[in-house]
């Protein structure tokens, strides 16, 4: 089964791709690689797939949201302000091109 294939079967299905290969016992990266193009996905594999979306055991596997109270998220973003502050960019100053170069010797020591 190669990638259109693969999209097309899974299109009404809403569940993560490594949700539907540990459901289908499918090994880890081969649906995700057959669905890059970078596999032919194997038959034996695609028969599994097709079964899986037939009797849609998808159903139940989308992933979970987690829900942040406005408590949590206040403290999220203070923090996130404490951390921008902390946060300097120092520019570094060049030196004057028109000096000589003990004099550019001596200001890279200071600076």
Do not use: C
């Not at 596997?61 to 921008?84: N, S, Y």
């Amino acid at each position: 089964m190669n990638s259109s294939e693969i999209k097309e079967l899974l299109k009404g299905v809403v569940a993560p791709i490594r949700a539907i290969e540990r459901k289908t016992g499918i090994p880890t990266n081969v649906l995700q690689q057959s669905l890059k193009g970078h596999r032919e996905l194997p038959k034996e594999w695609a028969i599994r797939l097709r079964t899986f979306v037939d009797k849609k055991e998808y159903v139940g596997l989308r992933r979970k949201k987690r829900l942040v109270d406005e408590k949590e998220q206040a403290v999220f973003e203070e923090k996130k302000d404490k951390t921008e502050k902390k946060v300097k960019v120092e520019e570094k100053a060049e030196p004057p091109k028109s000096l000589t170069k003990s004099e550019m010797l001596r200001w890279h020591r200071e600076h």
